[in-house]
Protein backbone atom coordinates (compact mmCIF):
# COMPACT_ATOMS: atom_id res chain seq x y z
CA UNK A 1 0.00 0.00 0.00
CA UNK A 2 1.16 3.31 -0.70
CA UNK A 3 2.42 5.81 2.17
CA UNK A 4 2.63 9.45 3.12
CA UNK A 5 4.10 10.98 6.48
CA UNK A 6 3.15 13.58 7.70
CA UNK A 7 5.27 15.32 10.09
CA UNK A 8 9.09 15.22 9.73
CA UNK A 9 10.41 15.83 13.05
CA UNK A 10 12.63 14.12 15.71
CA UNK A 11 10.84 10.75 15.61
CA UNK A 12 9.88 10.58 11.54
CA UNK A 13 14.08 8.99 11.03
CA UNK A 14 13.10 6.37 13.43
CA UNK A 15 10.16 5.03 11.81
CA UNK A 16 12.09 5.15 8.25
CA UNK A 17 14.62 2.48 10.00
CA UNK A 18 11.58 0.11 10.20
CA UNK A 19 9.37 0.74 7.08
CA UNK A 20 12.48 0.87 4.80
CA UNK A 21 13.13 -3.07 5.98
CA UNK A 22 9.35 -4.17 5.02
CA UNK A 23 9.39 -2.25 1.82
CA UNK A 24 6.94 -5.42 0.64
CA UNK A 25 4.20 -3.98 2.30
CA UNK A 26 4.89 -0.24 2.27
CA UNK A 27 5.70 1.79 -0.70
CA UNK A 28 6.47 5.03 0.68
CA UNK A 29 5.48 7.52 -2.09
CA UNK A 30 5.77 11.40 -0.07
CA UNK A 31 6.44 13.66 2.68
CA UNK A 32 4.78 16.78 4.01
CA UNK A 33 5.69 18.93 6.80
CA UNK A 34 4.14 22.44 7.68
CA UNK A 35 7.79 23.51 7.95
CA UNK A 36 8.83 23.03 4.47
CA UNK A 37 12.84 22.74 4.66
CA UNK A 38 12.54 20.12 7.12
CA UNK A 39 9.95 18.36 4.51
CA UNK A 40 12.77 19.12 1.88
CA UNK A 41 15.64 17.69 3.88
CA UNK A 42 13.53 14.55 4.60
CA UNK A 43 12.47 13.61 1.09
CA UNK A 44 15.65 14.43 -0.25
CA UNK A 45 17.41 11.91 2.77
CA UNK A 46 14.82 8.76 1.82
CA UNK A 47 14.23 9.83 -1.80
CA UNK A 48 10.82 10.85 -1.70
CA UNK A 49 8.41 13.30 -3.00
CA UNK A 50 8.07 16.99 -0.61
CA UNK A 51 4.54 18.10 -0.82
CA UNK A 52 2.82 20.35 1.17
CA UNK A 53 0.28 19.35 3.62
CA UNK A 54 -2.52 19.80 1.81
CA UNK A 55 -1.48 18.57 -1.35
CA UNK A 56 -0.67 15.15 0.72
CA UNK A 57 -3.90 14.97 1.77
CA UNK A 58 -5.32 15.13 -1.19
CA UNK A 59 -3.00 12.88 -3.18
CA UNK A 60 -4.90 10.44 -4.75
CA UNK A 61 -2.53 7.42 -4.76
CA UNK A 62 -1.67 7.45 -1.09
CA UNK A 63 -3.44 4.87 0.82
CA UNK A 64 -2.04 5.39 4.08
CA UNK A 65 -0.84 8.80 6.21
CA UNK A 66 1.30 8.34 8.96
CA UNK A 67 0.47 10.72 11.16
CA UNK A 68 3.80 12.30 13.05
CA UNK A 69 2.69 15.93 14.13
CA UNK A 70 2.91 16.81 17.59
CA UNK A 71 0.39 15.80 19.79
CA UNK A 72 -1.80 19.28 19.71
CA UNK A 73 -2.06 18.16 15.45
CA UNK A 74 -3.03 14.67 15.70
CA UNK A 75 -6.78 14.92 15.69
CA UNK A 76 -6.65 17.66 12.61
CA UNK A 77 -4.84 15.96 10.42
CA UNK A 78 -6.10 12.54 11.20
CA UNK A 79 -9.38 13.91 10.45
CA UNK A 80 -8.91 15.67 7.13
CA UNK A 81 -6.92 12.06 6.00
CA UNK A 82 -10.05 10.16 7.16
CA UNK A 83 -11.88 12.66 5.48
CA UNK A 84 -10.40 12.65 2.24
CA UNK A 85 -10.91 8.20 2.43
CA UNK A 86 -7.61 7.08 3.64
CA UNK A 87 -6.70 5.26 6.42
CA UNK A 88 -4.57 6.40 9.17
CA UNK A 89 -1.47 5.17 11.49
CA UNK A 90 -0.81 8.27 14.12
CA UNK A 91 1.29 8.54 16.55
CA UNK A 92 0.39 8.59 20.32
CA UNK A 93 -2.18 9.89 21.67
CA UNK A 94 -4.48 9.30 19.23
CA UNK A 95 -6.15 12.80 20.09
CA UNK A 96 -6.57 14.35 23.13
CA UNK A 97 -10.43 14.78 24.43
CA UNK A 98 -13.22 12.70 24.28
CA UNK A 99 -15.17 14.31 22.02
CA UNK A 100 -12.14 14.60 19.57
CA UNK A 101 -12.09 11.01 19.60
CA UNK A 102 -15.65 10.50 19.12
CA UNK A 103 -15.22 12.76 16.03
CA UNK A 104 -12.69 9.97 14.43
CA UNK A 105 -14.40 7.53 15.34
CA UNK A 106 -17.51 8.09 13.21
CA UNK A 107 -15.33 9.33 11.10
CA UNK A 108 -13.67 6.37 10.49
CA UNK A 109 -16.92 4.19 10.68
CA UNK A 110 -18.47 6.99 8.15
CA UNK A 111 -16.08 6.69 5.17
CA UNK A 112 -15.40 2.89 5.98
CA UNK A 113 -11.40 3.66 6.70
CA UNK A 114 -9.35 2.64 9.54
CA UNK A 115 -6.99 4.47 12.07
CA UNK A 116 -4.57 2.61 14.16
CA UNK A 117 -2.65 4.37 16.50
CA UNK A 118 1.05 4.10 18.41
CA UNK A 119 2.39 2.68 20.45
CA UNK A 120 3.36 -0.61 18.43
CA UNK A 121 6.06 -1.82 20.98
CA UNK A 122 3.72 -4.81 22.02
CA UNK A 123 4.22 -5.91 18.45
CA UNK A 124 7.86 -6.84 19.68
CA UNK A 125 9.33 -9.86 20.40
CA UNK A 126 10.09 -8.90 23.89
CA UNK A 127 6.35 -8.17 25.03
CA UNK A 128 4.93 -11.24 22.93
CA UNK A 129 7.40 -13.67 24.68
CA UNK A 130 6.11 -12.05 28.09
CA UNK A 131 2.29 -12.64 26.92
CA UNK A 132 3.67 -17.10 26.42
CA UNK A 133 5.26 -16.95 29.88
CA UNK A 134 2.30 -15.41 31.98
CA UNK A 135 -0.54 -17.85 29.43
CA UNK A 136 1.83 -20.52 30.32
CA UNK A 137 0.42 -20.21 34.24
CA UNK A 138 4.65 -19.93 35.18
CA UNK A 139 4.07 -17.12 37.67
CA UNK A 140 0.37 -18.80 38.60
CA UNK A 141 -2.86 -17.32 38.91
CA UNK A 142 -2.24 -13.52 38.26
CA UNK A 143 -3.09 -11.10 41.67
CA UNK A 144 -1.72 -8.13 40.74
CA UNK A 145 0.66 -5.73 38.76
CA UNK A 146 2.63 -2.61 39.01
CA UNK A 147 3.57 -0.11 36.02
CA UNK A 148 6.01 2.81 36.08
CA UNK A 149 7.69 5.48 34.37
CA UNK A 150 9.54 8.49 36.26
CA UNK A 151 11.82 11.01 35.18
CA UNK A 152 12.84 14.40 35.69
CA UNK A 153 11.45 15.89 32.24
CA UNK A 154 12.74 16.26 29.07
CA UNK A 155 14.33 19.51 28.52
CA UNK A 156 17.64 18.32 29.21
CA UNK A 157 17.95 16.76 25.70
CA UNK A 158 15.17 17.35 23.60
CA UNK A 159 15.73 19.92 20.74
CA UNK A 160 12.05 21.08 21.15
CA UNK A 161 10.96 20.14 24.78
CA UNK A 162 8.25 23.13 25.32
CA UNK A 163 5.35 20.67 24.00
CA UNK A 164 5.67 18.14 26.37
CA UNK A 165 3.99 20.54 28.69
CA UNK A 166 1.82 21.74 27.15
CA UNK A 167 -1.75 19.66 26.64
CA UNK A 168 -1.07 16.28 24.71
CA UNK A 169 2.00 16.42 26.02
CA UNK A 170 3.45 15.36 30.18
CA UNK A 171 4.10 12.35 31.62
CA UNK A 172 0.33 10.71 31.21
CA UNK A 173 -0.38 11.58 27.59
CA UNK A 174 3.34 10.97 26.42
CA UNK A 175 4.68 8.36 28.23
CA UNK A 176 1.63 6.77 29.73
CA UNK A 177 0.44 5.14 26.80
CA UNK A 178 3.09 2.67 26.36
CA UNK A 179 2.32 1.16 29.70
CA UNK A 180 -1.73 1.38 29.53
CA UNK A 181 -1.88 -0.30 25.96
CA UNK A 182 0.72 -3.06 27.21
CA UNK A 183 -1.64 -3.72 30.74
CA UNK A 184 -4.99 -3.70 28.58
CA UNK A 185 -3.23 -6.24 26.23
CA UNK A 186 -2.54 -8.58 29.32
CA UNK A 187 -5.86 -7.91 31.40
CA UNK A 188 -8.47 -6.21 29.26
CA UNK A 189 -10.24 -3.11 29.71
CA UNK A 190 -9.78 -0.74 32.91
CA UNK A 191 -13.19 -0.62 34.46
CA UNK A 192 -12.41 1.93 36.91
CA UNK A 193 -9.51 4.13 38.60
CA UNK A 194 -8.60 5.77 41.49
CA UNK A 195 -5.72 8.88 40.70
CA UNK A 196 -3.51 11.63 41.70
CA UNK A 197 -1.83 14.21 40.24
CA UNK A 198 -0.08 17.46 40.54
CA UNK A 199 1.66 19.79 38.70
CA UNK A 200 4.80 20.08 41.09
CA UNK A 201 6.77 23.36 38.75
CA UNK A 202 5.17 26.22 37.49
CA UNK A 203 8.26 26.74 35.21
CA UNK A 204 10.96 24.66 33.59
CA UNK A 205 14.19 25.79 32.92
CA UNK A 206 15.63 24.32 29.15
CA UNK A 207 19.08 22.85 30.05
CA UNK A 208 19.69 21.62 25.96
CA UNK A 209 22.29 24.54 24.91
CA UNK A 210 20.78 23.88 20.97
CA UNK A 211 16.93 25.25 21.97
CA UNK A 212 16.56 28.74 21.66
CA UNK A 213 14.73 29.31 24.63
CA UNK A 214 15.52 29.20 28.06
CA UNK A 215 12.34 28.47 30.28
CA UNK A 216 8.99 26.71 29.58
CA UNK A 217 5.79 27.79 31.29
CA UNK A 218 4.31 24.70 32.53
CA UNK A 219 0.10 24.04 31.44
CA UNK A 220 -0.57 20.47 32.80
CA UNK A 221 -0.20 18.61 35.47
CA UNK A 222 3.81 16.55 35.35
CA UNK A 223 3.03 13.97 38.22
CA UNK A 224 0.90 10.93 38.53
CA UNK A 225 -0.10 7.89 40.83
CA UNK A 226 -3.24 5.59 40.39
CA UNK A 227 -4.89 2.54 40.81
CA UNK A 228 -6.52 0.89 37.48
CA UNK A 229 -8.93 -2.00 38.14
CA UNK A 230 -9.67 -3.82 35.05
CA UNK A 231 -12.91 -6.18 34.04
CA UNK A 232 -10.62 -9.30 34.67
CA UNK A 233 -10.69 -7.84 38.52
CA UNK A 234 -6.66 -7.04 38.48
CA UNK A 235 -5.99 -4.12 40.20
CA UNK A 236 -2.71 -2.27 39.04
CA UNK A 237 -0.73 0.67 40.41
CA UNK A 238 0.44 3.28 37.74
CA UNK A 239 2.80 5.66 38.27
CA UNK A 240 3.84 8.03 35.44
CA UNK A 241 6.41 11.68 36.28
CA UNK A 242 8.24 14.38 35.06
CA UNK A 243 9.43 15.19 38.61
CA UNK A 244 11.45 12.68 39.70
CA UNK A 245 15.30 13.51 40.18
CA UNK A 246 16.51 10.15 41.16
CA UNK A 247 14.34 7.98 38.97
CA UNK A 248 14.80 4.75 39.18
CA UNK A 249 14.44 2.24 35.63
CA UNK A 250 11.15 2.01 33.55
CA UNK A 251 8.49 -0.71 35.56
CA UNK A 252 6.52 -2.94 34.42
CA UNK A 253 5.70 -6.46 36.47
CA UNK A 254 3.05 -8.69 36.92
CA UNK A 255 2.69 -10.81 39.80
CA UNK A 256 1.00 -14.59 40.25
CA UNK A 257 0.88 -16.42 43.24
CA UNK A 258 4.06 -18.89 42.81
CA UNK A 259 6.35 -16.25 41.07
CA UNK A 260 6.80 -12.62 39.47
CA UNK A 261 7.68 -11.58 35.82
CA UNK A 262 9.70 -8.18 35.45
CA UNK A 263 8.51 -7.14 31.78
CA UNK A 264 11.11 -5.29 29.18
CA UNK A 265 10.79 -1.38 29.14
CA UNK A 266 7.37 -1.20 26.85
CA UNK A 267 8.81 2.18 25.31
CA UNK A 268 11.26 -0.72 23.71
CA UNK A 269 10.72 -3.26 21.22
CA UNK A 270 12.76 -5.98 22.46
CA UNK A 271 14.53 -5.82 25.98
CA UNK A 272 15.22 -8.24 28.98
CA UNK A 273 12.38 -10.46 30.77
CA UNK A 274 12.86 -11.21 34.07
CA UNK A 275 11.43 -13.93 37.17
CA UNK A 276 11.57 -14.20 40.35
CA UNK A 277 13.48 -17.28 42.10
CA UNK A 278 11.56 -18.12 45.39
CA UNK A 279 14.62 -20.40 46.02
CA UNK A 280 17.44 -17.94 46.01
CA UNK A 281 15.40 -14.70 46.21
CA UNK A 282 16.80 -13.00 43.27
CA UNK A 283 15.41 -12.09 40.15
CA UNK A 284 17.10 -14.20 37.21
CA UNK A 285 16.93 -13.65 33.15
CA UNK A 286 14.38 -15.87 31.12
CA UNK A 287 14.61 -14.29 28.32
CA UNK A 288 17.22 -12.20 26.24
CA UNK A 289 17.01 -10.86 22.94
CA UNK A 290 18.41 -12.73 20.30
CA UNK A 291 19.81 -9.43 18.84
CA UNK A 292 21.89 -7.22 21.29
CA UNK A 293 21.03 -3.90 18.86
CA UNK A 294 17.19 -3.75 19.41
CA UNK A 295 16.67 -4.44 15.44
CA UNK A 296 13.29 -3.38 16.15
CA UNK A 297 11.93 0.10 15.15
CA UNK A 298 8.64 2.32 14.79
CA UNK A 299 6.90 1.65 12.24
CA UNK A 300 6.13 -1.96 12.96
CA UNK A 301 2.17 -0.79 13.44
CA UNK A 302 2.07 0.42 10.05
CA UNK A 303 3.16 -3.02 8.58
CA UNK A 304 0.65 -4.38 10.62
CA UNK A 305 -1.86 -2.19 9.80
CA UNK A 306 -1.23 -2.64 6.41
CA UNK A 307 -1.43 -7.01 7.01
CA UNK A 308 -4.51 -6.62 8.35
CA UNK A 309 -6.41 -4.29 5.54
CA UNK A 310 -5.26 -6.37 2.48
CA UNK A 311 -6.15 -9.72 4.54
CA UNK A 312 -9.36 -8.34 5.27
CA UNK A 313 -8.50 -9.23 8.82
CA UNK A 314 -9.76 -6.18 11.09
CA UNK A 315 -10.50 -6.57 14.87
CA UNK A 316 -12.70 -4.91 16.93
CA UNK A 317 -9.90 -5.08 19.00
CA UNK A 318 -7.45 -3.46 16.89
CA UNK A 319 -9.98 -0.35 15.93
CA UNK A 320 -10.96 0.38 19.57
CA UNK A 321 -7.77 0.01 21.58
CA UNK A 322 -5.89 3.37 21.00
CA UNK A 323 -9.50 4.58 21.85
CA UNK A 324 -9.85 2.99 25.19
CA UNK A 325 -6.34 4.35 26.33
CA UNK A 326 -7.52 7.48 25.76
CA UNK A 327 -10.67 7.07 27.59
CA UNK A 328 -8.76 5.73 30.09
CA UNK A 329 -6.35 8.84 30.44
CA UNK A 330 -8.93 11.86 29.77
CA UNK A 331 -10.69 9.91 33.06
CA UNK A 332 -7.04 10.21 34.96
CA UNK A 333 -6.77 13.47 33.47
CA UNK A 334 -10.02 14.94 35.17
CA UNK A 335 -10.14 13.32 38.54
CA UNK A 336 -11.30 15.13 41.61
CA UNK A 337 -8.63 13.91 43.56
CA UNK A 338 -11.29 12.44 46.21
CA UNK A 339 -10.61 9.07 46.60
CA UNK A 340 -13.67 7.67 44.88
CA UNK A 341 -13.58 4.68 42.30
CA UNK A 342 -14.39 6.46 39.11
CA UNK A 343 -15.81 4.30 36.27
CA UNK A 344 -14.25 4.54 33.15
CA UNK A 345 -17.23 5.07 30.54
CA UNK A 346 -16.82 3.44 27.05
CA UNK A 347 -17.01 6.15 24.99
CA UNK A 348 -16.59 4.03 21.28
Request: charged share 25%.
Amino acid sequence: MNVGIIGCGAISSQYMIGLKKNKKEINLLACADKDENKSEFFAKEYNINPLSVEALLMDKDIDIIVNLTPPSSHFDISLKSLENGKHVFSEKPVSLTIEEGKKLYSTMKKNNVYLFSAPDTYLGPAFKKAQQIISSNKIGKIIGGSASFTSHGVEGWHPNPSFYYKRGGGPLFDMGPYYLTSLIKIFGNVEKVISYSQKTFDTRKVENPDVDYNEIKVDIDTHYFALLKFESDIVVDFQVSFDIWKPYDPKLEIYGENSSLKLADPNNYDGEISIFNKETYEWESIYTPVDNENNYYRGLGVVEMVKCITKNNISRENVNLPFHVLDVMCTLDSYQNNGIWVNVEEQF
